[in-house]
């Protein structure tokens, strides 16, 4: 069983990496609320588009990283090299095949799903440039898996940093024109998170080079291509892969109704979500050091305290949130200055910012114990809770914002409502399913 320090130790890492990791979205969303309203909506809607093609990437990696954090946990450290390096092939591969895609086809898809031809064009302009992340990104979430997965998570810090810093100064140079750059807009903020993930995937690749002792890893050596490998990790992670997808698809369902509400509305959306975002970090990076570390207890041989440490880390996820959602409904206005000088448009996200204050509460406890069933190794009962939820979660939004019309503060109830659904079911699958002794 863990220790307080011992799970603090593996997640605090994680939490900075994800800082970073979302400092990209912030930072485009602060500089570009500073902009115009037409350029902050934009970024909301090419940002999540990016987003939903990353995830299939991200859910091949968590496959990688449970069969890395098993491998760890049964000390077959050799093991581990051939799932990071066959991984990373295959994830490099669907970059390639998924930018050229969304190269040829995302000027008629954006016109599908966005109706103001001003949001289109600027959508458009951005998308079109931030797509070329692919190329880095989807190497970057293999290397986070490996270092996850082998609970040497400090790096991710470094690495957090890094990226954090190229992406904020490039933000402010590319975006204003000010450094002696010229004066991008909104497609300089799509550059500016392209120079960063690829300062990330430099940084891996130097660290590891260096830094860890290949051998034991089983690191230095490539070898063939091996269809076996990339098929045992994604027996794992096609399920995982879905899930994430759809878990950010239900978020652009979301935003395709706000944005028929018009720009205002989605203005407020999109800084309401940034700031949800951040507050999601601590709670995304418990849930990630729950994933691994149910992994490695099953892997040890500890199946029967997994349940204990759920427990446990959920607790402290909702304290760590309680904390962060008093500090939001204390100074609502400071934390809504850093998106927008506009004091309207402040004032209008503060009932949004609210609900979700409220929706937080209740996902820093879920996501804990639906994540330990993808650590468990059960992917497969992931992406079928998943799916029930989010059907529930787009009928609702689809009425309440698409048909109804309702303001933005109504339509994000739906992420409430989502929350209870997903610890109940999750709940429900630890206590009474067959899942202690699933081989992976």
Not at 110 to 135: C, H, K, M, V
Request: aromatic content about 14%; proline content about 2%.
């Amino acid at each position: 069983m863990y220790t307080n320090k011992e799970i603090w130790n593996i997640t605090y890492p994680i939490f900075l990496g994800l800082l970073a990791q979302n400092v990209i979205n912030v930072t485009d969303t602060a500089f570009l609320g500073h902009l115009n309203e037409i350029a902050l909506g934009a970024s909301a809607m090419g940002g999540l588009l990016y987003i939903c093609v990353y995830t299939i990437a991200f859910g091949f990696s968590v496959g990688s990283q449970i069969l890395i954090a098993r491998r760890n946990g049964e000390r077959n450290f050799h093991a581990i090299g051939p799932i990071m390096w066959q991984g990373s092939a295959f994830s490099f591969a669907m970059a390639l095949l998924l930018l050229l895609i969304m190269y040829a086809g995302a000027k008629p898809l954006i016109r599908l799903l966005i109706t103001s031809d001003s949001i289109f064009e600027a959508t458009y302009e951005f998308f079109s440039w931030r797509i070329w992340g692919f190329l880095f990104a989807f190497i970057n979430v293999m290397f986070r898996a490996f270092y996850i997965g082998i609970t040497k998570t400090k790096v991710l810090t470094i690495n957090a940093i890094t990226m954090a810093a190229v992406n904020v100064f490039l933000d402010y140079a590319m975006i204003f024109g000010k450094c002696g750059f010229p004066e991008l807009g909104i497609r300089g903020a799509a550059l500016a998170s392209v120079i960063a993930e690829a300062s990330s995937l430099l940084f891996f690749t130097i660290f590891t080079y260096y830094k860890i002792d290949r051998k034991k890893y089983g690191l230095n050596k490539f070898g063939r291509f091996d269809v076996k490998m990339v098929g045992r990790i994604l027996h794992i992670s096609n399920f995982t892969m879905i899930q994430y997808f759809l878990s950010m698809a239900i978020w652009f369902v979301f935003f395709m109704a706000i944005e028929r509400l018009g720009e205002r509305q989605l203005a407020i959306a999109n800084i309401v979500r940034s700031v949800y975002v951040v507050l999601f970090i601590p709670v995304q990076s418990l849930a990630t050091t729950a994933n691994t570390l149910v992994s490695n207890l099953i892997g040890s041989g500890g199946t029967s305290k997994v349940l204990q440490l759920l427990n446990k880390m959920a607790r402290i996820s909702f304290i760590i949130m309680l904390a962060c959602v008093m500090l939001c409904l204390l100074f609502p206005h400071t934390i809504l200055a850093v998106y927008t000088n506009d004091m309207a448009l402040l004032q209008d996200s503060v009932s949004a910012l609210y609900v979700i204050c409220i929706a937080m509460l209740l996902a820093s406890v879920a996501n804990i114990y639906f994540n330990g069933i993808s650590g468990t190794g059960n992917t497969q009962a992931a992406l079928v809770l998943e799916i029930s939820t989010q059907l529930f979660y787009t009928l609702y939004i689809i009425t309440i914002g698409m048909l109804l019309q309702a303001p933005v503060d109504v339509c994000f109830t739906t992420e409430i409502i989502y929350y209870i659904l997903m610890f109940t079911f999750s709940f429900i699958y630890l206590k009474k399913a067959k899942w202690q002794n699933k081989k992976i």
